[in-house]
């Protein structure tokens, strides 16, 4: 062949190379947003059970992020009339609503307008409740008729309505699992119905690294497999000693990160979970914990995968040892309620110490750059993922 045919093929093959680079360039970038579009959407779908836009509307006006001294409140006494006066004057909503108690200075009517309004924000019946008066802003209508419902409204506060409270059939409930704590709650039309502690990914596991951490981000349930094996597992109906995924398997509609049950029964299924180190990823349950969220969660229903740092959440049972909290009766009618932070082990060492870039200016809170969690509510305020977060499902 000629040196002017060497160069024409040359530049044919450069051509046809450039061309397929570009082509391939371009099927990644259509996946990516076609990726981004999906989970979007499933978003979406995990919104439809969560009461949103009244938790983050009522949470942002009370700045309940640095409300009160928690450190060392014992049995609270009140919010500094200071920081009480600067809650309400800096809020729209709040001075709407209350600006007539706030211009006197009236600190025991704001005390107790606080925490009227702050025991609905933890309540998951509650704020399922007023909830279009919450999401308008509308707190003056609602506090006005809590009072009278409180004590029926506090009957289930802090608890997973089990059995009690079921997606009908066709409708869909919402998984969120909280890699940071380990938990795992089940929201169906706004109500708590399952909440569990689950292991996630070690930080680094044998070979696998980065791997093994649990991926956060939206997904649903592709499918269900009852005592699912492989070439490294043997179903556990065969071998429960061995039967690393449990009785029931849950596929993710992308990636090989399942939600699954555990080996053995009895007390070996409780250890498993208890006590066990970590997984290489996927979120493991205990057997009888994985079969009630099977018997609730169809194919198709929204999986969150979150990495919140820290969780605030309110009952009216016996003092919890492993959190901070502040405990108010302001009604006076007897029922204390107890509202408690638990800061989540950091375990994946993410960074969690600056705001996430992606979150809006407008939405971050004083003084937890990571955003705050309320588990009995499914909702996060404030939240974005950690920048440095694997977020790629493998």
């Known amino acids: 062949m000629s040196l002017h045919r060497w160069m024409i093929a040359g530049s044919v093959v450069a051509a046809l190379t450039l061309a397929q680079g570009c082509a391939v360039d371009s099927a990644v970038e259509s996946n990516v947003e076609n990726v981004t579009a999906r989970e979007a959407g499933y978003g979406e779908l995990a919104d439809q059970n969560l009461e949103n836009v009244a938790v983050r509307r009522l949470a942002t006006a009370l700045n309940e992020d640095w409300a009160e001294e928690e450190k060392s409140c014992g049995e609270w006494s009140g919010i500094k009339s200071d920081r009480l006066h600067e809650i309400f004057s800096s809020s729209e909503d709040l001075m709407r609503e209350f600006g007539d108690f706030v211009e006197p200075h009236n600190e025991e009517a704001l005390q107790m307008i606080y925490l009227g309004l702050r025991e609905m924000l933890y309540n998951h019946a509650a704020v399922r409740m007023f909830a279009e008066d919450l999401e308008q802003g509308r707190f003056r209508r609602a506090y006005a008729q809590y009072p009278d419902l409180r004590k029926d409204l506090l009957r289930d506060m ?127 349950n205990r057997n009888e914990h994985i079969s009630f969220i099977h018997d609730i969660a169809p194919e198709g229903t929204p999986v969150r995968k979150i990495y919140a740092t820290t969780e605030r959440y309110a009952t009216t049972n016996k003092p ?33 110490g600056n705001y996430p870039a992606s979150l809006p200016e407008e939405e971050r809170l004083s003084s937890r750059p990571n955003g705050v969690y309320y588990p009995d509510l499914g909702v996060t305020v404030g939240y974005a993922h950690p920048d440095d977060a694997v977020l790629q499902p493998f």
């Open 158 to 284: 802090g608890k997973a309505l089990d059995g009690d409270y079921l997606p009908r059939d066709g409708e869909l409930p919402t998984i969120i699992v909280n890699v940071a704590s380990e938990r795992t709650q089940v929201f169906y039309d706004g109500m708590k119905v399952h909440d569990e502690q689950v292991v996630v990914g070690q930080r680094e596991y044998d070979n696998y690294n980065e791997n093994s951490k649990t991926r956060l981000g939206d997904h649903v349930i592709a499918s269900w497999h009852h005592c699912y094996g492989n070439a490294d597992y043997p179903s556990w109906c065969d071998n429960k000693m061995k039967g690393a995924f449990g009785e029931w398997t849950a596929k993710l509609d992308r990636g090989y990160q399942y939600l699954h049950g555990s080996v053995g029964d009895g007390l070996l299924n409780w250890a498993a979970v208890k006590f066990a180190k970590g997984s290489h990823g996927c979120v493991r």
């Open 320 to 352: 919890d040892t492993s959190a901070r909290e502040c405990e108010a009766d302001p009604f006076g009618d007897g029922i204390n309620v107890r509202f408690r932070v638990r800061d989540a082990d950091n375990h994946y060492r993410y960074d969690v």
